[in-house]
Structure formats: C-alpha cells, structure tokens
C-alpha cells in the first residue's frame, strides 16, 4: 500500500496536466509552452527567492514596454511575470522575510490611495471599469516590485548577481533601439507591432528619427536605460568590478549611452549627467567625475552629430502655438496645453480627481506632467502619497550612500551597495524637475526598473562596521611584585 501511493499521485498529476495542456491547446497552440514555462520560473523562485529578484529586476522592467494583450487580456507580460513571482515568494519562505520598513509602509500607502481612488472614480461612472485594472493597480504594481526586489536580496552577494542581470538584460533594448536607428530589416515595425498602446500613433513612430526600442514612446525607452547607464558609470567611476570586468561595463555604458542619445529627449540628457555627478560626489570623485562625463559627452556629439544637432534646431523652431516664445519650442508648447487644457481643472480636481483618465473635452489628451497626472486621477491626497513613497526611498537611499564601505562578516563586501545606493539617490535628486515635463511614474520604462533597481539595493540596512566589533577585554595589570629580601 506504501509504495502503491506515490505512483497513484504520479498517474493523477499526469493525468491532471494532460488535462491542462489539452484545454490550453485549444486556446492557443503556444499555450502548453507557456505553462511550462510558468510553472519552472515559479518553481525556481519557491526554491531561491534570489531568482525572482533577478526576474523582477531585470526582465520585468525590460519588457514593461511590450503592450497589453499580447498573452493574456488586459494584462502586460511584465505584470505576468511580477504576480508569479511575488506569489511564489510569498509562499516560499516566510521566516526570510525581513522586518518592515518606513518605505514598505510609504508604499502600501501609496498602492492604497492610487486604487481607492480609481475604484472610486469606477464606481461613480467617470471612468470605466477596465481603468481600474490599467490605471489604479499600477501603483500596487509598484509595490510588489519594491517588496520583491527587497525581499529577494538577502546577502551581498545576492545584489551582486541580480545588478549583473540588470546591465546585462538592458543591452537587449539598448541594441534594439540602435538597430531602430540604422533601420535594420523591418525591425521598426516589428516593434512598432509589440509596444503600440495609444502614447504615439504608428505613423509618427515610424516617420521619427528618435528611436523608441521596445517601449511605446522614446521618454519611456530613454527613462528605463538611465539606470543602467548611471549605474554603470558609478562602477567604473569607483574601480568596482564586482559586477562585471572593467571591459563589459564599459560595454554595457556605450550601448545603453548610445540608445539614450538616441531616443534625443532634452530631459534626460540633462538628468543623465546630473545624477552621475551627483553619484561621483557622494563617492568622493567629483572632479574624476566631471572628467568622465566631459569624455562621454564629446564621443556622443562625434558618433552623432547630426541628430544632436537637429534636435536643437527643432527646439528653436517656433509653431502657430509656439510663435514669438524664447524658450525651446517643447517647454512653450507644453505651457500651452498646461494653461489651456489642465490649469482650470485643478481646483475642480483637488479634492479626489476628476478620473482615471484625462478628461475627453481636452485639446491635447496628455498632461505632460507627473502632478497635473496625480490631481487629476486622485487629487492633492494621491500628489502626497506619492511625494511620501519616492521621498522616503530618496531618504534610505541617502543612508545608505554615506554609509562606511568594508566586508560584512557574512556575506562579502558592501561597496556595491554603496555604489548603486549613490546611483539611486542622484536619479532621485533630479526626479522632481523631470516630473514636470512628462508622467514618467505612470508611464513604462522608468518606474518599473527605478523602483526595482532600489528596492535590490537598499534591501537591507546600511552596514556599521561597529555592529560586529568584539570586544576583547585587557586583562589587568598584575601588581609589581617587591624585590626578594636578601638576608
């Protein structure tokens, strides 16, 4: 009877995935794959959290891009594959789960305002109930791929592997884009087919010089391989070659930089060098800092001189909107739509929004800016809990860029903590400025890989050297002992 058991369980999940991958057939001939698939990377993540961190913080935000539908309705893969693995973790091991933190509670907070308000909205008949899914879990979203990445980094070791992901991965749009570029094959309309979501109509993606990778719009592409290329820039800057040789960093630098001067977008080619040199500060190096982005900033003028030099006659190139303005043709017209199209709703909008999406009778359906996006979908309640998650990440960001480099004990050296903590908290620095001229929190490409890339490396608190230092008493002084008497 003992051994007649394990081989009736065996017939039962055969027969069960029998049935499985008959049903899953008959809806989509590549379905069987998938669930294979499926069940090894939640397999792997029961039994390592580590790996999905590595999903989370490498794949998740690379593919954030790709649009919704594409395997299952309504969804994106990246949320797919962010719900797997943060399920699998949440039933993997509990006892490895760290205490929480004030940015845990930051974001709850966060990912709770963001849905309370979009189901309100929902309910009220402002905005569809499909909304709730695309706009008010986005915020939720979010919090899982803090606490996984968080969660799924327990040792230096941990972030050292999950970081040489990361720049890995970010190759693979970087290369995308550049190929976009250079106009390989039919390359632009193949992607073109897998990001279209409603940002930028396909004749204006295919008729632009600025390269979009596998993101629905250039902001979103340029957004996401800023981290990488800060990142990379800040391990080279300090000498660490934890992550990767000298040599693949520096190629990981060239195809990401390259993809971002590419995608041409003024905000952050400014934001670019000013998070660096903000990292280079907190390392210590600021003038070798200046030195490298000087370097980089000339190689990027010779490889492309003239998409540089378009894009700055473009932004002094006035339209019928824009005429007799001095400043860049974009910031005028952004002016424009603010003092038009969203201004006059604010105070209408201040207490709960006015829905999930920008209202219909607007000119220009965007708003062009992260806090008119906020009021409108929640008001001045979902402006402050955003503020209060990114500001209390920016503060743990801080601590852990001042720490004391050195060895833990357990688990090997710390500067790489340090060095993407120092990364984190210059693209910090500068969000609030980039956030006035493009929703780069509520749109893919950035937020996915920023709160994913910070969540590895502030996982856990900054190290103290003092913490683990063993106190070995002195032993006391014996007293002088008086000369024999001689007699």
């Known amino acids: 009877m003992t051994g007649l058991r394990p081989a009736l369980l065996l017939v039962a999940g055969a027969a ?37 961190a590595v999903v989370v913080v490498a794949f998740v935000p690379a593919l954030a891009g790709l649009a919704r539908g594409l395997v299952v309705p309504s969804l994106k893969v990246s949320e797919l594959l962010l719900a797997l693995c943060v399920a699998a973790m949440l039933l993997s091991r509990p006892r490895r789960w760290r205490a929480a933190t004030g940015v845990d509670a930051a974001m709850v907070v966060l990912a709770l305002t963001g849905l309370g308000f979009a189901m309100y909205h929902a309910t009220d008949g402002s905005s569809e109930l499909e909304s709730v899914l695309r706009v008010g879990l986005q915020p939720t979203f979010l919090l899982m791929t803090w606490w996984a990445a968080s969660r799924g980094v327990v040792s230096s070791r941990d972030l050292v592997v999950v970081l040489r992901w990361m720049l890995a991965v970010s190759v693979v749009p970087g290369l995308l884009a550049v190929l976009q570029y250079f106009d390989v094959g039919s390359i632009g309309q193949v992607l073109v087919d897998l990001t279209s979501d409603g940002v930028l109509d396909e004749a204006s993606r295919l008729e632009s010089d600025r390269v979009t990778g596998p993101f629905p ?9 800023l981290v990488p290329v800060v990142l990379a820039a800040t391990l080279l800057l300090r000498g660490d070659r934890t992550v990767m040789p000298r040599g693949w960093l520096l190629l990981v630098l060239l195809v990401d930089l390259a993809a971002l001067v590419l995608a041409v977008t003024v905000t952050l080619l400014l934001w670019l060098p000013v998070a660096f040199l903000v990292a280079a500060a907190l390392a210590g190096r600021l003038r070798r800092g200046l030195v490298m982005t000087l370097v980089l900033a000339a190689a990027a003028l010779l490889a492309f001189p003239q998409v540089l030099t378009e894009r700055v006659e473009e932004q002094q190139t006035q339209s019928t909107y824009t005429a007799g303005g ?19 709703l604010v105070d209408e909008a201040a207490a709960a929004g006015l829905g999930n999406d920008p209202p219909t009778d607007v000119v220009f359906g965007s708003t062009e800016n992260q806090y008119l996006t906020f009021v409108l979908r929640g008001g001045v309640l979902l402006v402050l809990a955003a503020v209060v998650g990114v500001g209390a990440i920016a503060v743990r960001a801080w601590r852990h860029a001042r720490a004391p480099d050195g060895t833990r004990p357990d688990d090997g050296p710390q500067s790489v903590a340090r060095s993407a903590a120092m990364a984190t908290f210059g693209i910090l620095l500068f969000l609030p400025a980039a956030l ?10 950035l937020s996915q890989i920023l709160f994913a890339f910070a969540g590895a490396a502030l996982a856990r608190e900054p190290w103290r050297a003092s913490r683990f230092a063993v106190h ?9 002992r008086e000369p024999a008497l001689q007699g």
Do not use: C, K
């Not at 070995?472 to 002088?480: D, G, H, I, W, Y």
């Open 472 to 480: 070995v008493p002195t032993p006391a002084r014996e007293p002088a």
């Open 436 to 445: 006035m001229v493009w929703p780069y929190l509520t749109n893919a490409g």
């Open 16 to 52: 069960v995935a029998g049935a499985v991958v008959g049903a899953s057939s008959s809806v989509f001939w590549l379905a069987p794959v998938a669930l294979v698939v499926v069940a090894a990377l939640g397999w792997a993540v029961w039994r390592n959290p580590v790996v999905g």
């Open 217 to 225: 719009i250039w902001h979103s592409l340029g957004g996401y391989l």
């Open 326 to 344: 001095v400043l860049p043709q974009t910031v005028e017209y952004r002016l424009l739509v603010w003092e038009r199209d969203y201004l006059p």
